[in-house]
């Protein structure tokens, strides 16, 4: 299976439609093991392109995919943020996805939804304009009716620290 994987991550990178078919396949041949589909969730939420954020919007919605299964979140997601070019993308629809899969978690799972969270809590390792647009995200997120605690509190941690950003239009250091 190791080479398997292997292969398909190299397959998926290339350009032209080899990718999106191997990919097909190989769900396909393995769909029924939870495992194995867990991976292939990974794998393609970590496919570099323009518009990734609307690859993985796609994937929310494939059979593969339960927003009510902590483990296909989880693999879904950690493939995403993993993905730091389509997570930091400059237009922040990495962000916006981000804060849309939160705020649907939190009245599924909002202990899945802090877990994930974070990642948007980091804004500190970012330029101005990253900070601005994680800002925003974070605050759309907090402004959620009943909010879950555990999400509340991550989230409002990080507000209480956040820097007071003035206009940004300096070209960003991520995505």
Not at 143 to 167: E, M, R, S, Y
Request: hydrophobic share 40%; charged share 20%; aromatic share 6%.
């Amino acid at each position: 299976m190791t080479e398997k994987l292997a292969a398909l991550k190299a397959l998926s990178r290339m350009p032209g439609d080899t990718g999106a078919k191997a990919l097909e396949d190989f769900y396909q041949t393995f769909k029924s093991d939870t495992n194995v589909v867990d991976t292939w969730l990974t794998l393609q939420a970590s496919i570099p392109s323009d518009d990734a954020a609307g690859h993985v919007r796609g994937l929310l919605k494939h059979e593969a995919f339960d927003l009510t299964n902590p483990n296909k979140v989880r693999a879904l997601m950690t493939g995403f943020l993993n993905n730091t070019k389509a997570f930091h993308n400059k237009d922040g629809s990495g962000y916006k996805l981000l804060a849309d899969v939160v705020i649907q978690l939190n009245d599924v799972n909002a202990h899945t939804a802090a877990g994930i969270v974070g990642k948007l809590t980091q804004f500190n390792n970012c330029d101005a304009l990253h900070q601005k647009l994680m800002l925003e995200q974070l605050k759309r997120i907090m402004a959620t009716p009943k909010l879950n605690t555990q999400v509340k509190d991550i989230v409002g941690k990080a507000l209480a620290t956040a820097p007071k950003l003035q206009t940004v239009t300096a070209s960003p250091k991520l995505g």
